[in-house]
């Protein structure tokens, strides 16, 4: 096995995968669990960004317009944003969920200046075509929930201070509609960008024959815990027999044998330590040194676990190492590969029975 050293210290790098993994926080399920950012978290990581990027377009477009009377709304939405930013910092939630109330009240100001930008009516019909863009945004933060309730309470803010034109009712149903399915089709594409996102990159960390973390899960985890766990050891084993099963039985029988060990394995290792499975017949698991003793254990359960279901040929080599005897985390992997290969070697036969 080969494996590049990384000088420790090293920090955590916060969008690897593995820093959910119990090798690198002792209290976590061991199941790979994405970190990284979905399209929704990446528009939410944008923060007030867009609603200063409006501001901008529109300050722009006054003043090179000459509708100098126009400034006393920006500086109006300029004082809501800072506002709501100050909220925020207390409480990001409360901050939107302000913005988002006063969204209403202010559009309904500048709709009653004869029209935003001279260019829609004075009217509820003006009114709900302004309130299109930002409750398809109000999808991204709440949902297409979301995007409901604000166009709700902003149509009863309107009903109650704006005349409606019979002859733009029409315009207004249009106006709610559009605004309804642009959030409720954003919505659903956030969604379901996520969710396509998170199983690709469960997928990539595990492997697929026997469902344990892969060999790049390992690396992640490795990383993670090198950085922040002075106790970390790592249990590096081989099964013995597995080209034994291949030849006399077919690969067919030699892949059940290995996902009967990762499963055992797991099993034994039980909920607070993660196994991973590295490639071909070697297998890995990051734990603290005081639970050598019992990986050791869980180790010798899985081989009698799969002697006793017919592979009575199969064994194990074990190799473990400490994060004290070594100054990188690529030292810590080889140093445990050698103690592994050493053991396999001092074998005079491939046995059934956990080395002592």
């Known amino acids: 096995m080969q494996d590049e050293g990384h000088v420790r210290p090293r920090p ?174 954003g919505d659903w594409l956030l969604r379901g960008a996520g969710r396509e996102m998170v199983e690709l990159r469960r997928s990539a960390l595990l492997d697929p024959l026997t469902g344990l973390a892969n060999r790049r899960a390992f690396d992640h985890a490795l990383d993670q815990a090198w950085a922040s766990r002075p106790d970390l050891a790592v249990v590096l084993l081989d099964l013995d027999g597995l080209k034994g099963v291949n030849d006399t039985r077919g690969h067919a029988a030699g892949d059940e044998l290995l996902r009967e060990f990762a499963q055992a394995l797991q099993r034994h290792l039980g909920t607070e330590t993660m196994a991973f499975r590295l490639g071909g017949d070697e297998y890995a698991v990051l734990c603290e040194v005081d639970d050598l003793p019992t990986v050791q254990k869980a180790v010798g359960a899985a081989v009698l676990q799969v002697q006793q279901a017919g592979f009575l040929e199969v064994g194990a080599s074990v190799g473990s190492a400490s994060a004290a005897e070594v100054r990188s985390s690529g030292a810590l992997v080889r140093l445990a590969d050698e103690r592994m290969y050493t053991e396999k070697r001092g074998k005079p036969q491939r046995r059934t029975q956990m080395p002592a």
């Open 12 to 185: 955590p790098n916060p969008t690897v995968l593995a820093v959910m993994f119990r090798a690198s926080r002792p209290k976590a399920a061991p199941r790979p669990v994405p970190a990284s950012l979905t399209p929704r978290t990446r528009l939410l990581r944008l923060g007030w960004w867009p609603a200063w990027a409006v501001l901008i377009v529109s300050l722009g477009l006054h003043l090179l317009s000459g509708e100098f009377s126009r400034l006393e709304q920006d500086a109006a939405f300029t004082l809501i944003i800072l506002v709501s930013m100050a909220l925020g910092r207390l409480h990001p939630l409360s901050g939107i969920l302000l913005f988002y109330a006063a969204l209403a009240p202010f559009a309904l100001w500048i709709d009653q200046l004869h029209g935003v930008g001279w260019a829609l009516t004075p009217d509820l019909g003006g009114y709900t075509a302004v309130l299109i863009l930002p409750a398809a945004l109000a999808a991204v933060y709440f949902g297409f929930r979301g995007t409901v309730v604000f166009l709700l309470y902003s149509l009863v803010v309107g009903t109650l201070a704006l005349p409606l034109d019979p002859t733009h009712l029409s315009g207004v149903a249009w106006n709610v509609l559009l605004a309804l399915g642009l959030g409720g089709l």
